[in-house]
């Protein structure tokens, strides 16, 4: 079964620089949420989108943007990268989006910033 | 705030047992509680789904249970293998009409031992 796949598997960056990362949900999922997560640390959830409409924001800094585009590809743009941004950034897509779907999660974009 | 607790950050279960993983959670009314599985470098998985109206779900070797008095679940794998060795996520989502995140737990890293 197709699974969410995000690009770049792997991504390294300098501070300041910009960085976009990648999200395809799986096939009929309209839902897409973004989370991070640290090392040692469990994923602490950014923002998400529901039918190409932002529907939920966490802990997301003012230098990152998101958007859901028509195909419910979703790209999420950091900007003025930060040593600390340096984590693992995970997609999840869902049928729905409400509590009782469970999110189905991609292997994410390891961000290095130096 | 809100608090979502995972009764240890490690857990070693000789093969064979079972291995009880605790969720502990404070100022949240959570509809549905949801389980995780992350092994290094990966997304979360997702393995059951309990909702604040069912004391119990089972799935093959997998049991949940969730207390909404004592603001509990608690996750048990039965006939334990090397291969469950993981780390285990709770994750709670309230009840909406839109998107819900979800809110981790910390996570119990499960080592089997052969």
């Known amino acids: 079964a197709a699974g969410v796949i995000q690009s770049p598997r792997h991504l390294i960056k300098e501070k300041r620089e910009t960085a976009t990362l990648k999200c395809y949900p799986i096939p009929r999922h309209d839902t897409v949420y973004w989370y991070q997560q640290g090392p040692g640390q469990d994923p602490q959830f950014l923002i998400s989108f529901y039918e190409k409409m932002q529907s939920d924001k966490g802990s997301i800094p003012d230098r990152f943007s998101a958007q859901q585009f028509s195909d419910y590809h979703s790209e999420l743009n950091m900007s003025s990268l930060e040593l600390g941004d340096s984590a693992l950034y995970f997609c999840?897509?869902?049928?729905?989006?409400?509590?009782?779907?469970?999110?189905?999660f991609g292997d994410g974009t390891r961000l290095s910033i130096l | 705030s809100q608090k979502i607790e995972q009764n240890s950050e490690a857990l070693n279960i000789q093969e064979g047992k079972t291995a009880t993983l605790t969720c502990n959670y404070t100022?949240?009314?959570?509809?549905?509680l949801q389980w995780y599985r992350q092994d290094p470098g990966r997304g979360p998985v997702f393995l059951l789904l309990i909702r604040e109206n069912e004391k119990e779900k089972r799935k093959e070797r997998l049991k949940v249970t969730f207390d909404t008095t004592l603001k509990q679940s608690l996750f048990h794998i039965t006939a334990s293998q090397p291969a469950d060795s993981a780390t285990y996520l709770c994750?709670?989502?309230?009840?909406?009409?839109?998107?819900?995140?979800?809110?981790f737990g910390t996570g119990t890293r499960l080592t089997i031992i052969p």
């Open positions: 994750a709670l989502a309230s009840r909406g009409f839109g998107n819900e995140k979800l809110t």
């Open positions: 100022n949240y009314s959570p509809a549905y």
């Open positions: 999840a897509s869902s049928q729905g989006g409400v509590g009782n779907q469970p999110q189905h």
